[in-house]
């Protein structure tokens, strides 16, 4: 029998008393994560870093920017999706987490994960992929490739952070986001698809035989010019290609 979803708001008064290892000594106050609790796109961040451990929230300030304006690249705002991190307090220095405070503290994510039960989990750097993906593959390799874990597709893409020291890689986010953006499209389209073959099959199978529903090539070539930009111009993608490899890849739990 499936475990009953825990509460957000349980899971965050978890998070909030919690001290299980010492990073809650120097944290001023835990980020629990904010956003849409039904929210279909989970985006999976490192850590909390000094300004998100002053207001409580991740992805505030330069990066928090930047990460709204990719949102928006894939047709998303901050107030669709959900935003969490895979450490709920912050490293001394922002200095990489350590395995033995992923360990104690990604219960939580979990929980988090369940209880919203997101369709994408977008991980942003190399920790989060590690982490969801049970990979030593690292982001460089997976950013802008659909993996999966569980029943959660997963886009791992590089942390935004990483862009504003390393110019070289926005011009990456912004393709992945734009993919992202054209596989949300694509699962709608989809969706809708199968929702037709259920309500008309014979209707809907014509239809189908005259112009496929879901046809990535198309799509890239359509009428988003950002999305034509991606496929045209960006790093390795899952739907921007030939189908020679499967859009998800093998499944990994989470
Ligand atoms: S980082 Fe996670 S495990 Fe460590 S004290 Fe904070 S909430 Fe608890």
Not at 62 to 89: M, P, Q, S, T, W
Not at 167 to 187: C, I, V
Not at 206 to 214: H, K, T
Request: net charge negative.
């Amino acid at each position: 029998m499936p475990k009953p979803h825990i509460p957000l708001e349980q899971i965050r008064a978890e998070v909030e008393a919690c001290r299980k290892c010492p990073l809650a000594d120097g944290r001023t106050q835990t980020v629990f994560g904010v956003g849409n609790p039904a929210a279909r796109v989970l985006i999976v961040g490192e850590a909390p870093g000094k300004n998100e451990d002053l207001q409580g929230e991740p992805f505030v300030g330069a990066a928090g920017k930047f990460l709204n304006e990719l949102l928006a690249v894939a047709g998303l705002c901050r107030e669709d999706v959900f935003i969490a991190n895979v450490l709920k307090c912050r490293p001394p220095g922002n200095r990489d987490p350590r395995p033995e405070e992923i360990e104690l503290c990604t219960p939580y994510l979990r929980e988090q994960t369940r209880t919203i039960d997101p369709e994408f989990i977008v991980t942003l750097g190399n920790f989060s992929t590690k982490f969801i993906l049970k990979t030593e593959v690292g982001i460089t390799r997976l950013h802008g490739t659909l993996q999966k874990a569980g029943r959660f597709k997963v886009f791992p893409i590089f942390h935004p952070a990483a862009a504003l020291y390393d110019g070289s890689k926005r011009e990456a986010l912004e393709n992945d986001f734009a993919t992202l953006g054209q596989l949300l499209r694509e699962s709608d389209a989809a969706a809708q698809s199968a929702a037709a073959d259920e309500t008309a099959p014979g209707a809907a199978a014509a239809a189908s035989s005259a112009a496929p529903a879901v046809a990535p090539g198309a799509a890239a070539a359509g009428t988003l010019s950002v999305t034509a930009t991606s496929a045209a111009g960006g790093a390795p993608s899952a739907v921007a290609g030939e189908p020679a490899e499967p859009a998800i890849d093998q499944p990994r739990l989470l």
